[in-house]
């Protein structure tokens, strides 16, 4: 097929249990593409922030900035097709906006992480499509219930409320790549094929360039 021939840099964003990480598994099996992971199991400051988040909020976020910049520089020179779960971008427009808000960054550090991010934004190559996944809360609270990971398990509906309307926020803006928004909360891409064939079907128009 065409989209084929072409080297794919894909990113697939969306809020916490909306089913990045389930998507990326049927795109690898469907595609071949080489699955890029979240970095989180070997994050040196992620105890400690959870401790004291106002101590160490500064130091995850610059420690998963790294790690991204890394990953992204890396992607940038491989032949293959890679898929991502989640990207550099989300770090700042997501997470570090949120922490910021709630005053867990400082000023200080929030306008440093925002110029070091800036420049190193500058210095990445961009995904060729961004598949943005979307659901509300409702929904992302039965699925993380539903997965059972014991820190997930006591995020607020607030807290998942706004990064929902930062993510809208922030899709509304992105013009780095295109992007391609899925609604999830009618879909049950693990149990019913025809779902899973839609959203594969919808992903495969999307890259093939036109005749």
């Given at each position: 097929m065409g989209n084929q021939t072409l080297r794919q840099h894909i990113s697939v964003a969306g809020n916490i249990g909306v089913g990045k990480s389930t998507l990326v598994e049927i795109l690898v099996q469907e595609f071949g593409w080489q699955r890029y992971h979240e970095y989180v199991d070997d994050h040196p400051y992620l105890a400690d922030y959870y401790a004291d988040r106002a101590r160490w909020g500064f130091h995850s976020q610059i420690w998963f900035m790294t790690q991204r910049f890394t990953q992204h520089h890396q992607i940038s020179l491989m032949n293959q097709s890679v898929i991502e779960d989640r990207s550099m971008y989300e770090d700042f427009e997501i997470f570090v906006k949120e922490l910021y808000a709630e005053q867990v960054?400082?000023?200080?550090?929030?306008?440093?992480?925002?110029?070091?991010?800036?420049?190193?934004?500058?210095?990445?190559?961009?995904?060729?499509?961004?598949?943005?996944?979307?659901?509300h809360v409702t929904t992302l609270q039965?699925?993380?219930?539903?997965?059972?990971?014991?820190?997930?398990?006591?995020?607020?509906?607030?807290?998942?409320?706004?990064?929902?309307?930062?993510?809208?926020?922030?899709?509304?803006?992105?013009?780095?790549?295109?992007?391609?928004?899925?609604?999830?909360?009618?879909?049950?891409?693990?149990?019913?094929?025809?779902?899973?064939?839609?959203?594969?079907?919808?992903?495969?128009?999307?890259?093939?360039?036109?005749?």
């Open positions: 960054l400082s000023p200080l550090d929030f306008l440093l992480y925002q110029q070091l991010y800036a420049t190193l934004v500058q210095r990445i190559q961009p995904p060729t499509l961004v598949i943005y996944l979307q659901a039965q699925r993380i219930a539903q997965r059972g990971r014991a820190s997930e398990l006591q995020i607020p509906l607030e807290y998942l409320t706004r990064l929902n309307e930062r993510y809208q926020g922030w899709m509304r803006d992105f013009t780095h790549c295109p992007v391609l928004p899925i609604v999830t909360d009618e879909l049950d891409v693990v149990n019913r094929p025809a779902d899973r064939m839609t959203v594969i079907d919808a992903i495969r128009r999307q890259l093939t360039p036109p005749p």
